[in-house]
């Protein structure tokens, strides 16, 4: 990767509100507005699917036809109204055999502008990537080199119909189709995502990386992306987002489920960075997503997310630790600027013996913005000698924007061991001085203080992504001192 | 190399300076003394740009150009350094990277190519070994959890990093114990040239055992009331600053 430069980053500030913010002219099949159980079925029809996918779907529907949206998060906005939705978009003519000379030649083009040049992916950094744009995943790089191992990524839409049995057997066992709202909403009508099969005593040669993006205008994306580290396996995957800038809100509902089975390790790192709004706080995406992670005997779950987009987000990356001496992380850095509001955090649920939890959290308010970390461990009778430390740390920026921190502890064995730190600092004027007086700028000071602020957090990324996630936190907190 | 003309300042309706004169040259060393709240850590932040101080009057200038539109770091660029009475503590940034930063941030304004990594090492072992630094130190988070002599020490290896044209030392020698001053005396003492000036601000003569100064001010009630050679140190240590006060009422 060639070397960023504080010029480039200049340049940058100079010159983008928001990088990601083009549209590509894309023909698109583009489903009506609207939600029923005929779009339901029509969405499984285009997908080809088996009849038990199609009865999944319609199950997860009639489930969230019941349920009400939740209200408990600490975020304003005015409710999606779901019937004015798109539930499908794809570009047209995608063809999922297909190698990586036939794809649009615009799409191409626009892997250019989001910085991700597929060729450049596979021979420099090593990653096997699966690229969804809108709802269907055209692109997905490596598979070969990865087949010779066993492992299986493919798009989700793929994997239902090469691998029927493993992802009838897997999906929906970590979130149940009525888990919630927005995931039961995702249930009935995911439209792609991705799926990774890591077999028995298999280490991923490469990080896995699948890019999100919304392109076209009044769509959804529900994204759905399973993954089983097998027995003894190890693998890292990596995850990024983007989307056009556009007045209105855009909805995005996903549901990851993450499966360790006994001694395996999934690392699990997300770079979201969907369209946040203008600076008046119009536009930009509600990121409603339900992550969770099941880990059996001895595995271990990292979740690292990197949270500097949407206008709304609420999302808890959570570990469910079933199996004796399993160990699950959390890793958080939220950015909010301008207008956005973000609740996020975690849940580390203790059900083995000797289980353990790490909760690291970052929180950076800027602008008028509400930032709130909320987090659950609860540690039941049977999970004797369980132990989390958590650790959430709050940085304002200015005056005019707020920190939450909603820790919620539920301990039910008397050996459990909990630990929580927390503290709210703020960008001093005196710490601004102190780098001006060294020659450093100001912009330069506060991407200095706040790369230092998030340093244990960005320390667990990937090397290639860590170096994004830091120019993500400098534009996105751009002009945010007063 | 720093003139200071009629300088008036106040911050708030509160005016701290009452009209500062004071000359530098290259190659001097200059003592500014005088009670607490005499104005001696404001004249300090003034000279180095801050702008919670608003200059109503008079100048600042080095080597003739005119700093009062400058920003700090534009300053900073030119060669004014500032050892702060207490340095601020930056969590997650390392002494090294926060040290390169600012060397890179200076040369770049400077229209210099950043420093090769290989030569900025070699440079911050030469600086620590002068400052008697533990490698270990360098890797710290900037001055959190450091004690009161670490970060004084700290300071000047900045100071020995950057080499400035005109250091302000700001208290230096407070918080700091007797072999820890004695170290970073003879650190600035080495780095001090014909080409350089420093300003030392202080209370006590002590420091000024082991840093000679040329010349001694007196700072009261926001004027220098008194100047002199170093003798005029140990008289004011031998008399207090009433002497002075009360030479200034008679």
Known sequence: ?482 | MLSIKNLHASIGDKEILKGINLEVKAGEIHAIMGPNGAGKSTLASIIAGNENYEVTEGAISLDGEDLSELAPEERAHKGVFLSFQYPVEIPGVSVTNFIRTAINETRKANGQEEMHANEMLKVIREKSELLEIDRKFLSRSLNEGFSGGEKKRNEIFQMAMLEPKLAILDETDSGLDIDALRIVANGVNKLKSDKNAIVVITHYQRLLDYIVPDFVHVLLNGKIVKSGDASLALELEEKGYDWIKQEQEA
């Not at chain 1, 630990?419 to 005196?430: C, N, P, Q, V, Y």
């Open chain 1, 1 to 482: 990767m060639s070397k960023y430069t504080e010029d480039d980053l200049k340049i940058e500030l100079e010159t983008k509100e928001y990088e990601y913010g083009f549209y590509t002219e894309l023909e698109s099949d583009t489903f009506p507005i609207g939600l029923n159980e005929d779009i339901v079925r029509a969405i499984s029809l285009r997908k080809e699917e088996p009849q038990w996918m199609t009865d999944w779907r319609i199950d997860a529907f009639r489930a969230w036809q019941e349920m009400i949206e939740p209200e408990w998060a600490n975020v304003h906005y005015t409710k999606p109204d779901f019937q004015a939705i798109s539930y499908y978009s794809a570009p047209k003519a995608v063809d999922p055999n297909k190698t990586l000379d036939d794809v649009d030649p615009e799409l191409l083009e626009m892997y250019k502008k989001l910085g991700i040049s597929v060729d450049e992916q596979k021979m420099m950094n090593n990653v096997a990537m699966d690229i969804v744009v809108d709802s269907v995943s055209v692109a997905t790089t490596f598979k070969k080199t990865l087949g010779e191992k066993g492992i299986i990524f493919m798009s989700i839409s793929e994997a239902i119909k090469e691998h029927p049995e493993l992802v009838r057997k897997y999906l929906g066992t970590v979130v149940p189709q009525k888990d919630n709202f927005y995931a039961a909403l995702n249930s009935a009508v995911f439209s792609d995502g991705s799926f990774c099969y890591i077999p028995k005593g298999v280490r991923c040669p490469m990080e896995l990386s699948t890019y999100f993006r919304i392109n076209q205008a009044g769509t959804g994306q529900f994204e759905r992306t399973l993954l089983i580290a097998d027995e003894g396996s190890y693998v890292s995957y990596l995850e990024g987002c983007t989307a056009p800038s556009r007045d209105e809100n855009q909805l995005h509902a996903a549901v990851v489920e993450l499966i360790a089975l006994d001694n395996a390790e999934i690392k699990y790192s997300t770079v979201q960075n969907w369209y946040p709004g203008n600076k008046e706080g119009k536009g930009g995406v509600f990121n409603f997503v339900t992550k969770r992670g099941i880990c059996e005997k001895n595995a271990k779950i990292s979740w690292t997310q990197v949270e500097t987009g949407s206008a709304v987000t609420w999302k808890y990356p959570s570990v469910i630790l079933k199996g004796d001496n399993s160990v699950g992380e959390f890793y958080s850095i939220a950015v909010t600027n301008n207008f956005q509001q973000a609740d996020t955090g975690t849940k580390m649920i203790h059900l083995g013996k000797n289980t353990k939890s790490t909760i690291i959290s970052k929180g950076i308010s800027a602008g008028q913005s509400q930032n709130s970390y909320r987090g659950l461990v609860r540690i039941s009778p049977n999970a004797d000698n369980a132990r989390n430390f958590s650790q959430c740390d709050s940085l304002l920026m200015g005056n005019n924007c707020g920190a939450h921190t909603f820790p919620y502890i539920e301990s039910k064995n008397p050996s459990a061991k909990i630990e929580h730190e927390a503290t709210t600092s703020k960008i001093g004027e005196d710490q601004v001085f102190y780098c001006n007086q060294r020659g450093i700028p100001t912009e330069k000071a506060i991407a200095l203080i706040v790369n230092g602020f998030s340093k244990d957090v960005l320390n667990k990324l990937p090397m290639e992504f860590a170096v994004e996630a830091q120019k993500l936190l400098e534009i996105s907190l751009e002009g945010s001192v007063g």
